[in-house]
């Protein structure tokens, strides 16, 4: 069993930033990938961020490329999302989530109960 606790939402600017944790209780910390998704009203949950097990291979969403990243640090068991030149369009929940490969396909087993970003024009 694994539980995750987001932190680090608000309320800010665009172009602003924001740097969302997510602290991950366990010691089998180290044995999942990490992936934030989001959440925006009326919308479909979408993955924003992944990272691997040794935190060397991330891979983003193409619309956070190039203004999010996504960081682990093992001695913390805490996964962080840096989010810089915030959009309005970045509005959203924001989850952190465990990752396994299964099957070839991701599956995500844990979730944290978000927190909320919300950027202003």
């Known amino acids: 069993q694994v539980q995750l606790v987001e932190s680090g939402g608000g309320l800010v600017q665009a172009g602003g930033s924001l740097r969302l944790s997510c602290a991950a209780s366990g010691r089998t910390f180290s044995s999942y990938a990490m992936a934030w998704f989001r959440q925006a009203p009326g919308k479909e949950r979408e993955f924003v961020a992944g990272?691997?097990?040794?935190?060397?291979?991330?891979s983003y969403a193409d619309s956070v490329k190039g203004r999010f990243t996504i960081s682990r640090d093992k001695a913390k068991n805490t996964v962080y999302l840096q989010m810089n030149s915030l959009k309005p369009e970045d509005t959203a929940v924001y989850y952190c989530?465990?990752?396994?490969?299964?099957?070839?396909?991701?599956?995500?087993?844990?979730w944290g109960q978000g927190t909320q970003v919300t950027v202003s024009s």
């Open positions: 989530a465990t990752g396994v490969r299964r099957g070839g396909d991701w599956a995500y087993d844990y």
């Open positions: 990272i691997s097990r040794s935190g060397g291979d991330t």
